[in-house]
């Protein structure tokens, strides 16, 4: 007998996509030098000492922790992208740490009132978890890279994504400017997910809040950040919500009566990650290193590589469906994730993450020749 679930909201989701990958998964580990596993995207490498000092200094922490953020986390994040990225003007009431990025990518239409009754739109390659959004909100739903396919149709919310997850496309700054003009002419709330800006080889990749896009403001606008890629803090779940006060403060009044707080010795070494600029140079060589061998090898095998030029993984295809590539990949001990994860247009590509060791992709590449 079920209690309480009336209807059940399990229903409104769609499948988790990697529980389709079992099988391959299985076939991938039988090989006789083990699986080389570049399905996910997550990191392998050390934490940096610098922030795993900082973790330990703030060790003692046994008081509640504010669902705004200490002053000095917001004040680390805004001067992060001023420093790196050129987003000026902001003030501690328009940043908000959160606990990663994707469960504020998830909750995030449910906090600022969406449901039955409006439209989300979001790319049409795109991150499952902004379809998982609106369906946890009741709202409907469309991926398209078309504005002009809604036709008459408004939008209450439209997600941008740049660099790109799955296929590492970066929008130029006339695109994102076009977006946001589009979005502000109808009062479409415009969130940027930008959790690779760092992630770029052959682009340089604009946030949404920058002068040269936003015009110097951040009316309507929300970008999303993420260290878990760039600081190998993925363990550690540190985000930040930054842009329009007004998002921002019906964001931090939902998640305070939800007590959605980031623990304090988090929020202290998220201060350490992004004051620090000698661990993200470091890491950017380390994952360029690993990006040339794969794709070198994947070439040499046949593949095309589209796109791929920012965030952790190549866009690569054999002109064939993603399965059966996923599967011939299975049998050389090598999982990937198949292009339909992320949406229809993805039926004929693999997303090849090169998070995994130096040692895994050099056996990546050996297998691949």
């Known amino acids: 007998m079920t209690f309480g679930l009336r209807p059940k909201v399990s229903a409104r989701l769609p499948d988790f996509p990697w529980d389709h990958l079992t099988e391959y998964a299985a076939r991938a580990r039988s090989h006789a030098d083990g699986i080389v596993d570049l399905s996910v995207g997550t990191p392998v490498d050390h934490t940096p000492e610098v922030v795993q000092q900082a973790l330990r200094d703030a060790a003692d922490s046994p008081g509640y922790p504010l669902t705004v953020g200490l002053p000095e986390t917001r004040q680390a994040c805004l001067d992060w992208l001023s420093r790196r990225h050129g987003v000026t003007g902001l003030g501690l009431d328009q940043v908000l740490p959160v606990i990663g990025s994707k469960e504020l990518i998830g909750s995030l239409p449910v906090h600022l009132g969406l449901g039955a009754g409006d439209l989300i739109v979001y790319p049409e390659l795109a991150y499952p978890t902004y379809e998982v959004g609106a369906a946890l909100a009741g709202a409907r739903a469309v991926a398209?890279?078309?504005?002009?396919?809604?036709?008459?149709?408004?939008?209450?919310?439209?997600?941008?994504?740049?660099?790109?997850?799955?296929?590492?496309?970066?929008?130029?700054?006339?695109?994102?400017?076009?977006v946001v003009d589009w979005c502000r002419e109808r009062g479409v709330i415009l969130v940027s997910d930008e959790c690779y800006l760092e992630c770029a080889w052959e682009a340089e990749p604009v946030s949404v809040l920058h002068p040269d896009v936003c015009g110097g403001s951040a009316d309507g606008i929300l970008s999303v950040h993420s260290l878990s890629k760039r600081s190998n803090l993925a363990g550690y779940r540190c985000a930040f919500v930054a842009g329009d006060a007004a998002l921002v403060g019906e964001l931090l009044a939902v998640r305070k009566n939800l007590g959605l707080q980031m623990p304090g010795p988090q929020q202290r070494a998220m201060v350490a990650a992004l004051d620090d600029d000698e661990h993200v140079a470091v890491q950017h060589a380390t994952y360029a290193a690993r990006r040339v061998v794969l794709r070198t090898a994947l070439e040499g095998a046949g593949f095309r590589i589209d796109h791929s030029e920012a965030s952790l993984y190549l866009w690569a295809t054999r002109d064939e469906d993603c399965w059966d590539t996923v599967s011939w990949l299975a049998e050389r001990g090598i999982l990937v994730a198949p292009g339909s994860f992320y949406g229809r247009k993805g039926n004929r590509h693999v997303r090849v993450a090169f998070t995994a060791t130096d040692e895994r992709v050099a056996a990546a590449a050996a297998r691949l020749a």
């Open 144 to 178: 398209t890279d078309s504005l002009t396919s809604l036709g008459p149709e408004t939008p209450a919310l439209l997600w941008l994504n740049s660099p790109s997850n799955p296929t590492g496309r970066v929008l130029p700054v006339d695109h994102l400017k076009k």
